[in-house]
């Protein structure tokens, strides 16, 4: 199993700066994918940005150049910063991993962008 702590939220005016993080209960080299989510009121849950299993990061078109996602290995974290928020960007964001074709998700933490 994997047990996934994520932290970093808030309220945020927009075109502030946020940075998410997710430390993970094991090693995330023992991981297949490691990477984030968002779910908005109302909507599906989507792919917000994610270090996949092969390949290159993947990153959402709606926050390319916006948003950063990066790694400490030795942390066993992932972050997520997030720059220029938009309104539109308000949702809850879940760390998701991929351990042993299993997905494991974090309990959320409320990004919200408003004046």
């Known amino acids: 199993q994997v047990q996934l702590v994520e932290s970093g939220g808030g309220l945020v005016q927009p075109g502030g700066s946020l940075r998410l993080s997710c430390t993970a209960s094991?090693?995330?080299?023992?991981?297949?994918?490691l990477g984030w989510y968002r779910q908005a009121p109302g909507k599906q849950r989507e792919l917000v940005a994610l270090?996949?299993?092969?390949?290159?990061?993947n990153y959402a078109d709606s926050v390319k150049g916006r948003f950063t996602i990066s790694r400490d290995i030795a942390k066993n974290t992932v972050y997520l910063q997030m720059n220029s928020l938009k309104p539109e960007d308000t949702a809850v964001y879940y760390c998701?991993?991929?351990?042993?074709?299993?997905?494991?998700w974090g309990q959320g933490t409320q990004v919200t962008v408003s004046s």
């Open positions: 094991r090693s995330i080299f023992s991981l297949s994918a």
């Open positions: 270090f996949p299993t092969i390949g290159s990061t």
């Open positions: 998701d991993a991929v351990y042993r074709t299993l997905d494991y």
